[in-house]
């Protein structure tokens, strides 16, 4: 969604109704994605999501794969780190998140750094 908020912006495509569907079916699976998540459900296909907004954004550089499910691997933290994170998560329905970013060329050269955005919301810039 923010591939075709980002070309609609920089006027490389004009909104289309084929583009305003994606957006609300992107944004519809990313709502379900949440839910899921909170009700500790199976998360929903987002599939078509993802290939109804790739068919409205121009293809540039290749395609990533499709999103595949795939078991997480194993969460290893310190001692201050549980610690930390219990302390984080005592109030009624608190939850942690664990997130895996996997950098590729192609990320980067859009300006997607991780570092930076940590650094922003460590320092309360939105």
């Not at 305003?20 to 699976?29: P, Q, R, V």
């Given at each position: 969604m923010e591939s075709y908020l980002r070309v609609l912006r920089d006027q490389e495509v004009i909104l289309s109704s084929q583009g305003?569907?994606?957006?609300?079916?992107?944004?519809?699976?990313l709502e379900q994605t949440i839910a899921s998540h909170r009700n500790e459900t199976?998360?929903?296909?987002?599939?078509?999501?993802?290939?109804?907004?790739?068919?409205?954004?121009?293809?540039?550089?290749?395609?990533?794969?499709?999103?595949?499910?795939?078991?997480?691997?194993?969460?290893?933290?310190k001692a201050e780190e549980i610690t930390r994170l219990e302390r984080a998560v005592v109030a009624p329905g608190a939850i942690?998140?664990?997130?895996?970013?996997?950098?590729?060329?192609?990320?980067s050269?859009?300006?997607i750094n991780v570092i930076d955005n940590l650094r922003r919301d460590r320092d309360g810039d939105s």
């Open positions: 305003f569907d994606a957006l609300l079916g992107g944004t519809k699976g199976a998360s929903p296909d987002i599939n078509p999501a993802i290939a109804a907004l790739r068919a409205v954004i121009p293809q540039t550089e290749p395609e990533p794969s499709v999103v595949e499910e795939s078991t997480p691997p194993k969460l290893q933290l942690a998140w664990h997130f895996i970013f996997v950098p590729t060329p192609q990320l050269n859009k300006g």
